[in-house]
């Protein structure tokens, strides 16, 4: 089997299943495919950066991403989380300007790389594809939306609606509750809720002692998701 080949059936089920690209056709879906190329980093490495140029998008194959900006007194402000099947780089792809955050492995991962000159004419020729592509955008900026408007709350509400923000995303759900499949230190959880390290292990010990939910090593389990979600509209609840 050649390179090429050998790529296009590693690929093809992950962008076929959890992609826009699942709308394309067999021929042009691998014909894209056969264009792109894999890259693998290391926990902590810098994938690309803010101001850069945009002329690839990347799909996530294995491990996870962390998305964020610094500001200009060096706080981070975490964007979002991607795993596998998440795609990044979309925007600067499409419009062909910078790269608008920074990215970097949270773990060792691999991507795959398609750049803006083969996936443009791909989607041109696709409208279908195109579409699902703005879909994808729309669902990104309500999300931004929500997290600006979720910045405006009290550490409660703004801790809670984070925490069930990041279980529809990255949520497995067992017997003990919804399990985030995601390995946050206080301080990455922090830049996503828009708090200091200090007031997150306050607000996350208060939901524990409220049993809304639990630590297990590294990783919070949900044990409550409805009272999260009382707290979360309703911030004096509990």
Request: glycine share 8%.
């Amino acid at each position: 089997m050649s390179a090429s080949s050998h790529l296009i059936e590693r690929v093809r089920p992950l962008l076929r299943s959890h992609t826009f690209f699942g709308g394309l056709p067999d021929t042009a879906l691998d014909a894209l495919i056969a264009r792109g190329h894999t890259r693998k980093y290391a926990k902590g490495e810098t994938i690309y950066r803010r101001g850069e140029p945009g002329d690839s998008l990347m799909v996530v194959l294995t491990g996870r991403i962390k998305i964020f900006n610094v500001t200009a007194d060096a706080r981070e402000v975490v964007l979002n989380f991607l795993s596998v099947g998440d795609i990044n780089g979309e925007i600067a792809a499409l419009d062909g300007k910078e790269r608008t955050a920074d990215a970097v492995a949270m773990e060792a991962c691999e991507v795959f790389v398609a750049h803006a000159r083969e996936l443009l004419p791909v989607l041109a020729a696709n409208p279908a594809a195109l579409f699902e592509i703005v879909q994808l955008l729309c669902e990104k900026l309500r999300a931004a939306s929500a997290i600006i408007e979720d910045n405006t709350l009290e550490m409660r509400g703004r801790t809670a609606r984070g925490l069930l923000r990041l279980a529809r995303q990255h949520g497995r759900t067992s017997k003990s509750g919804i399990r985030l499949q995601l390995v946050l230190s206080q301080r990455e959880l922090g830049g996503y809720l828009g708090l200091s390290r200090e007031n997150v292990s306050r607000q996350l010990g208060h939901l524990k002692h409220a049993n809304m939910l639990r630590i297990d090593g590294s990783q919070i389990i949900i044990a409550d998701e409805r009272g999260l979600a009382e707290i979360a509209t309703d911030p004096s609840k509990n």
